[in-house]
């Protein structure tokens, strides 16, 4: 079967309804009668019940990402989101000085959801380590799992909102809030930790992961995940040195496929969810998609080199500009074919992009136009015919980045982390600029 989420029945969704806290409030725990508290499984949980919880955690990576997408990407003004919602083309791009809502849909939703997935990996670690059910190899493969999606949970946040928690596993004792130079340290700790724990797990995990995880569902395979979260880490770090040592036991490949790596899957069964970045296609002049867009902001398809055929693959000419609320658009959306395709978690074209920084940064300057050459040319593109110094090769992996992970939660932080936020379009006058979501209003309470 594709999706395996469906076998967490009412026991894990009973679960989850405990765990869906924001991390600064608290709420009483309601008993479910149909299923087990969680002070159940938090005592000598069974076997079957621990991979309840670890299918749970993988499940809940996907919580919040419509919109962690949609947001970053109309600040960063990669697209509009032309729906029913006036704050996304009003709110996100500072209409008429407004500034953003720190207890809106945009600001809570990502936050809610990365940790709610954190919380649910942090019960999964308790559970794992007070009880008698399973080896210490198993107890390894359990941790080493749910450790590695912390941090990259963590790292999601940081792209967002520039700052997270890190100590949330008692939620009446929460740690502060750090800045991104305190959370980079604690992951890539938590992830040198997460790498021991797997390789001391044996050959297989206990628990099974989805579809999406195909090639990487052991604990050596997933360790490779694994290494490739860290390099993601190091380079936003500034440490390329230690990238590209992350980069060489990860599934990282210079000439292997640029689609390989984990994958959040979707579905339209019971207890699943659908692809929430996909918008229907228009079909023709007679019969456009005028309702829920995504439209291409008209800079993406400006600004990029003739022949990038990224341009062809993702984005398509609407029959006719969409317009709304002053904004315009020419292209619409297509990133995903159906609205159960699947999202790249980290493929390799980005660990890609990710050598080239890593080599920038590490002076290996001739190595990273050997990568971006790769990208570029899977994209149609002549090699880089610029100027080989570290600034004009990081201006040019930017705009691969730009062109690669369109629409993936990436330009914004980009810019922000390179001090570039100021030089992106204004497209109503009275707009403004904003590089990062505000922390919501619960966790300043």
């Not at 609320?325 to 292209?331: A, K, N, R, S």
Request: proline share 3%; net charge negative; glycine share 8%.
């Amino acid at each position: 079967m594709k999706n395996i989420f469906k076998i967490a029945t009412r026991y894990v969704i009973a679960l989850f309804l405990f765990a869906f806290i924001t991390t600064s409030c608290s709420i009483d725990e309601v008993v479910d009668p149909n299923g087990p508290s969680v002070g159940g499984v938090l005592t000598n949980a069974s076997i079957a019940q621990l991979n309840e919880l670890a299918v749970g955690v993988e499940s809940t990576t996907r919580n919040g990402l419509g919109v962690e997408v949609t947001a970053s990407g109309t600040m960063a003004r990669e697209l509009y989101l032309f729906d029913a919602d006036p704050r996304n083309t009003g709110d996100l791009l500072g209409k008429e000085g407004i500034t953003l809502d720190n207890n809106s849909f945009y600001s809570v939703s990502q936050w809610n959801g990365s940790y709610r997935c954190i919380k649910n990996a942090n019960i999964l670690i308790e559970a794992v380590s007070n009880t008698s059910s399973v080896t210490d190899s198993e107890r390894n493969g359990y941790l080493g799992y749910a450790k590695t999606i912390i941090a990259y949970e963590l790292i999601q946040i940081l792209k967002s909102y520039g700052m997270a928690r890190v100590d949330v596993a008692d939620p009446n004792n929460l740690g502060p809030l750090l800045d991104i130079g305190e959370v980079l340290t604690f992951v890539r700790n938590l992830l040198d930790e997460a790498n021991t724990d797997l390789g001391n797990s044996g050959s297989s995990f206990v628990f099974p992961l989805s579809s999406g995880f195909d090639g990487f569902n052991t604990p050596t395979t997933f360790a490779q995940f694994n290494r490739a979260i860290l390099a993601v880490a190091a380079v936003y770090d500034g440490d390329g040195t230690a990238a590209l040592t992350a980069l060489n036991g990860s599934y990282f490949n210079l000439s292997g496929d640029l689609d390989l790596g984990p994958k959040h899957i979707f579905g339209l069964g019971g207890g699943d969810i659908a692809n929430p970045v996909f918008r229907v296609a228009s079909v023709s002049a007679a019969e456009p998609n005028n309702g829920d867009q995504i439209i291409v902001h008209d800079s993406w398809i400006n600004e990029a080199e003739a022949g990038d055929t990224r341009v062809t693959t993702k984005t398509a000419v609407r029959p006719d500009p969409s317009v709304q609320d002053g904004l315009t658009g020419t292209h619409e959306t297509r990133l995903y074919d159906s609205n159960i395709s699947d999202i790249d978690i980290i493929r390799n074209e980005e660990l890609i992009l990710v050598y080239a920084e890593a080599s920038i940064l590490a002076n290996n300057l001739q190595d990273a136009e050997d990568a971006l050459n790769v990208i570029r040319n899977s994209a149609s593109l002549l090699d880089y015919g610029g100027l080989q110094n570290a600034d004009d090769l990081t201006t040019e992996l930017l705009n691969q980045r730009r062109y690669s992970l369109w629409a993936e939660n990436h330009r914004m932080f980009d810019l922000r982390r390179y001090g570039l936020s100021d030089t992106l379009p204004i497209d109503r006058a009275g707009d403004q600029i904003f590089n990062v979501l505000p922390i919501p209003l619960s966790e300043n309470l």
